[in-house]
């Protein structure tokens, strides 16, 4: 066998294992965050603790729900948005569009909550 025909024999296993390669994948993380369920929550609000509960549902475009706390109205989840263990939550909040944004640990969520120019921490704990 000449040295020509021994590279071209070589070329077809060798781009075999290429393409092999090529298509291994990175071990998967864990399954995006589901946010269906009842949670109970704290935000800081003024630097005061403000607790309440909190339900997401399925709704026929993507999510909704409620926050509800004694501070004032129950307010309406208008859309949640997850990407991985990270997500939005949006709301129709009394001073304007309320919005959470928020990382999860262990069916804990974690992050910040705006509306307007007021914002704080939130922590939310899913409870069912």
Known sequence: MNRPTRIAGAAGPLAALL???AC???P???PPFDPVGSYEYTAVVEGQPLTGTMTIEE???GYDGTIVSAAFPPIPITSV???GQAGTIE???PGGPLIVEFTVT???IQGMWSMGLEGGDF???KTG
Do not use: K, N, S, Y
């Open 19 to 21: 393409a092999a390669l």
């Open 24 to 26: 291994a994948t990175t």
């Open 28 to 30: 998967a993380g864990p």
């Open 59 to 61: 709704a026929e475009e």
């Open 81 to 83: 948005t997850v990407e």
């Open 91 to 93: 709301a129709a909040g």
């Open 106 to 108: 262990d069916d804990v």
């Open 123 to 125: 922590t939310a704990t």
